[in-house]
């Protein structure tokens, strides 16, 4: 999983991140993720914003990528008041041949599925170790504190092994941006990504899952500043 502190430039992720935001057009609203690649496609549209004279108004995910957003200048509006959006971009932590991700390496997830899911077009931006033939990172859950017993012995039934995930700088477990834990499940290959969603999806206090089954499009970054695009 993407190292979350990580403070240094990757040329990959930039290209991948500058990209998207060419895709972007006047008039669009642009659902934003979170993390460190999209971070680029952010700045990149407050830069268009500001030179191009690009109109968009855009959705965030975090209140990272809010922070993002309004430093770079990038006018924003909520699915209360914008609920279908053109296009959404995000980073994953691990995608497959048929465009499956696994998504949460910052416990963003489940407000980028929402948003993924209320747009038009969603696509991924990703540097290239994030590729791989069958899924295998863990799965992060996003979990309802009061229901956190149940989906652990849950997810323990299904076969997995899930570890709820401690905080940096602060004793005890992250606390999501909605209130919630996350428990981290390793699957090991996981070779029906679908099935398994479904079954997640099943858990009572789990509210959401990491495995993204929408991605119509996956922009890689290479070091060299090109990218590499796969459509569904
Ligand atoms: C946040 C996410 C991120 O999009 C994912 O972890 C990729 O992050 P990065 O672009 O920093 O590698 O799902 O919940």
Not at 86 to 92: K, L, S, V, Y
């Amino acid at each position: 999983m993407a190292d979350r502190n990580q403070t240094s430039e990757s040329p990959e992720k930039k290209a991948a991140g500058v990209y998207a935001a060419s895709l972007v057009k006047s008039g669009d609203a642009v659902g934003l993720g979170t993390g460190s690649t999209v971070a680029y496609t952010i700045k990149e549209l407050g830069r268009r914003i500001r030179e191009d004279k690009l109109d968009i108004v855009g959705v965030v995910t975090s209140y990272q990528s809010e922070a993002i957003a309004i430093e770079a200048g990038v006018p924003l509006t909520t699915l209360a008041q914008t609920p279908k959006l053109t296009i959404a971009i995000d980073g994953a932590d691990q995608f497959d041949e048929n465009l499956c991700a696994i998504k949460g390496g910052g416990a963003a997830h489940t407000r980028e599925k929402i948003v993924s899911m209320s747009a038009a077009r969603f696509i991924v931006v990703s540097d290239p170790a994030k590729k791989v033939k069958h899924l295998s990172v863990s799965v992060p859950i996003e979990v309802m504190p009061f229901g956190k017993e149940l989906v652990v012995t849950s997810l323990k039934e299904l076969g997995g092994s899930p570890v709820l995930r401690a905080a940096a700088k602060k004793d005890g477990p992250v606390i999501t941006d909605n209130g919630n834990f996350v428990v981290d499940c390793a699957f090991g290959e996981i070779k029906n990504p679908q099935e398994l969603a479904l079954k997640l999806s099943q858990i009572p206090g789990a509210v959401e899952h990491g495995i993204f089954m929408n991605v119509d499009e996956v922009i890689i970054g290479k070091a060299d500043g090109t990218v590499e695009i796969i459509q569904k």
